[in-house]
Structures are given as C-alpha cells and as structure tokens.
Nanobody
Framework: QVQLVESGGGLVQPGGSLRLSCVASGIILRNNYLYWYRQAPGKEREFIAW???????NYKDSVKGRFTISRDNAENTVYLQMNSLKPEDTAVYYC?????????WGQGTQVTVST
C-alpha cells in the first residue's frame, strides 16, 4: 500500500525558510513522479513542483528561484526547500504520486508565513 507522509511545516516570518519532507512507503519514488501541491484557504489546490527519474524537475513560475525540490533515494524521501517565503505562500502543502491512474496524496502540512 502506497503511503506518503509530509512533515516540516510551521510558522515562519516573511523572508524565512522551511524544508518540507515527504516520506514514501510502498513505492520507489525514483521510479515515479513526485509532486508538491498547496492549497490556501478559499482557493483551489495548485501545483508547485515535481521531480522524476534521474532528477528532472519542474516548478510553478511564482516559486522558481525560491523553492527547490530534491530527492534522497536511500531514504525514499522528497524534500521541498522553501526560501524567501512570502505571506502568499501560506497554505497546506501536500505531496502526491501516482501508480497508473491511481493517485496517492499525503495528509498535508501547514505552512504559515506571517509576522
């Protein structure tokens, strides 16, 4: 059974940094896409970044240069390093993967950027 567990969220001041983790079980992440999404209150869930294969990555334009997605194959974990955080980055952050047509989501981790 595929499970994804996020952690690392919290409260941070504008300009600060956080690193989110997504630990996977039941699936080998290096063989699949792993996505980060976020959902702010009253808004739709939106794509943030993905990583796949030997390390190809892609990002939402508004986070390019501030967020970095990476993977530790030995730990079967994907990270999202978030720097220069802004209040508009406040959201619940989710990781997602898929096997065939079935999607698997983590439970989410709250990130709040505020003074």
């Amino acid at each position: 059974q595929v499970q994804l567990v996020e952690s690392g969220g919290g409260l941070v001041q504008p300009g600060g940094s956080l690193r989110l983790s997504c630990v996977a079980s039941g699936i080998i992440l290096r063989n699949n896409y792993l996505y980060w999404y976020r959902q702010a209150p009253g808004k739709e869930r939106e794509f943030i970044a993905w990583i796949r294969g030997i390390g190809a990555t892609n990002y939402k334009d508004s986070v390019k240069g501030r967020f970095t997605i990476s993977r530790d194959n030995a730990e079967n974990t994907v990270y999202l390093q978030m720097n220069s955080l802004k209040p508009e980055d406040t959201a619940v952050y989710y990781c997602k993967t898929s096997v065939g047509t079935r999607e698997y989501w983590g439970q989410g981790t709250q990130v709040t950027v505020s003074t």
